[in-house]
């Protein structure tokens, strides 16, 4: 195979891994020059955010703890005011991709810095993509204000996290690799980059369903989001989140489990037209079929693999598919409002959990 024309540009972040690395948190937010910064989360990882406000001590604005998932247009604007209030000059994200929204909106609006604390593999933290939700629309734009500057990927943060929920949220950062690998606007080092993060996550997600606080599966499942999120980061998106984004943001499913619900379904939409990166895939995963070998993941690791088992109506797959082909995403095989019909039979499979077709 010979190297083909390609463009690569690197972005400007610094990656602080290693379990315990929370550690360093005061040695970042000097390195980035911060004075007063806000602590974000989630309602839920309240008392995650106080140890974080307490490790800054004055350096510490507050604690604001009402992200929650897609980014509502109004918690984001609340946010903006009370960072205002505070005289904050950063944010500090622990959490999962929610929170790490909250900031990017937060950043959109005010160019402050993002410090980002991961607790999940989402992948956010790795990416200039917002999400923003008004009115019952989920939007997503790309700006480079909202790439968070430092990242802290401590794995003993994630040691709590449920295992469903690791499963489907590391089969959302394989998703991004995956899609990495067939993208328009791909690269050789997004390649590689992709390869070993599906590797390190198909490693790691069945050692941690087994041991759920094995710090070495965690710190592989870490290590793959971010090589996956960077993939994201770097290169476009396809069919496979223009689905996903539409079942989120349109019918309110959750966001990891609607990604590993649906990837095998896309995978084996493109396979005929990307045998290239199903080859990758597959080679990554170590299974035979890229589509199968991803819905064998899911469900030997415990996961939903039908949108019935995580709250889609059959009734409601129509107007999915409706809204899918509306404004598209590039695709290595183009759909549009001519496939509608071929995008509704991929949703019928994926609602019912049948074998990719
Ligand atoms: N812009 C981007 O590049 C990306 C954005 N996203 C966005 O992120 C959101 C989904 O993020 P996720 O990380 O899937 O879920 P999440 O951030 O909504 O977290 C789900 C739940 O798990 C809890 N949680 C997180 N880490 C935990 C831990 N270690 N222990 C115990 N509980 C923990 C959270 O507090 C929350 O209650 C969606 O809105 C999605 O659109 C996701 C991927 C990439
Ligand atoms: O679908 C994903 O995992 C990637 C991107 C987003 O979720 C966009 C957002 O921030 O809402």
Redesign the pocket.
Known sequence: MSTRDFVYTSQPQRVVFGAGALAHLAREIDALGARRALVLS?P??RVQAERVADMLGAHAAGVFDRAV???PIETAREAREVARQLDADCAVAI???????LG?AIALDSGLPILAIP??Y???EM?P???LTEAGVKKTGKDFRVLPRTVIYDPE??R???VG?SVT?GI?AIAHAAEGLYAQDSNPVMDLMAEEGIAALARALPAIRTKPDDIDARSDALYGAWLSGTV?GNVGMALHHKLCHTL?GSFNLP??EVHTVVLPHALAFNAQAAPQAMTRIACALGTASAPQGIQDLARHSGAPIALRDIGMKESDLDLAADIAVRNPYWNPKPFGPAERNDIRALLQRAWAGEPPG
């Not at 959490?95 to 929204?101: K, N, V």
């Open positions: 989630t839920e990882q998932m897609h980014v959490g999962g991709g929610s929170t790490t929204g990017k607790t999940t989402a992948g956010s990416t993509i917002y999400g943060l994630s709590t996290l449920p929920l949220s959302n994201l989120g966001h990891a």
